[in-house]
């Protein structure tokens, strides 16, 4: 069993950054892979980003490929997005996840959710 809680949320202005922070427990976090989703008000929820067990392998959103960075400390059990030059349409609810499995960009391959937080992106 793995929970997670997602911080680091706010409002900035275009062209500001923030760092996400997603704090896990459970003793096998080290092993799961981990993503970042977000979902926009009257939209479908989205993928972000994701990374491996190890913090070796990530891959991205086209939309945000360049401007964000996902990463992870075992150590700390937690997992992190910066998220530099943010734009309005990065403005949304921010969601972190974990699976047993490889990364993946589907939603449905993540078993265990955190609450949210929000990000807002406006001048």
């Known amino acids: 069993q793995v929970q997670l809680v997602e911080s680091g949320g706010g409002l900035v202005q275009p062209g500001d950054s923030l760092r996400l922070s997603c704090a896990a427990s459970?003793?096998?976090?080290?092993?799961?892979?981990e993503g970042w989703f977000r979902q926009a008000p009257g939209k479908e929820r989205e993928f972000v980003a994701a990374?491996?067990?190890?913090?070796?392998?990530?891959y991205y959103a086209d939309s945000v490929k360049g401007r964000f960075t996902i990463s992870r400390d075992n150590a700390k059990n937690t997992m992190y997005l910066q998220m530099n030059s943010l734009k309005p349409e990065d403005t949304a609810v921010y969601y972190c996840?974990?699976?047993?499995?490889?990364?993946?960009?589907?939603?449905?391959?993540?078993?265990?959710w955190g609450q949210g937080t929000q990000v807002t992106v406006s001048s």
């Open positions: 459970g003793r096998t976090f080290s092993t799961y892979s």
């Open positions: 996840a974990a699976s047993s499995g490889l990364p993946s960009s589907r939603s449905s391959a993540y078993a265990y």
């Open positions: 990374i491996d067990w190890s913090g070796g392998f990530t």
